[in-house]
């Protein structure tokens, strides 16, 4: 299950930022999830709660947006915005777009103490 190592990343991204910022405390966590991910958002949750376990953000709330993807025309230029991989360009028709965006985790806000 990827979304374990996930949360570690996370978590050392959160310590990181609580050494330069100042904070000690994490309320909440806002993610954004690309759609291209393949990531679960309930093994999500549940690597969060146990990976924060002795954390700085033990017990904080955690928020996931789905964000979205987007994809380049390799043929035409054309960028398109996608759902799933390996879609055809919606003006020339040629096969496998070039994603561009959508497949990565992003902290996109922190509440802390
Ligand atoms: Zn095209």
Known sequence: MHEMSLCENIREILEKQARAD????VNKVWL????????EPEALRFGFDV?????????AAL??????????????GHVATVQRRYEACP???AP??????GDELKIKKLEVV
């Open 32 to 39: 954004e999830v690309g759609p291209l991910s393949c990531i």
């Open 22 to 25: 100042g904070f000690a405390r």
């Open 91 to 93: 003006d020339c028709k």
């Open 96 to 101: 496998g777009l070039q994603v561009t965006s």
């Open 51 to 59: 990976v924060m376990r002795g954390s700085l953000a033990e017990g």
């Open 63 to 76: 928020d996931i947006a789905s964000s979205h993807a987007t994809a380049r025309c390799l043929a035409c």
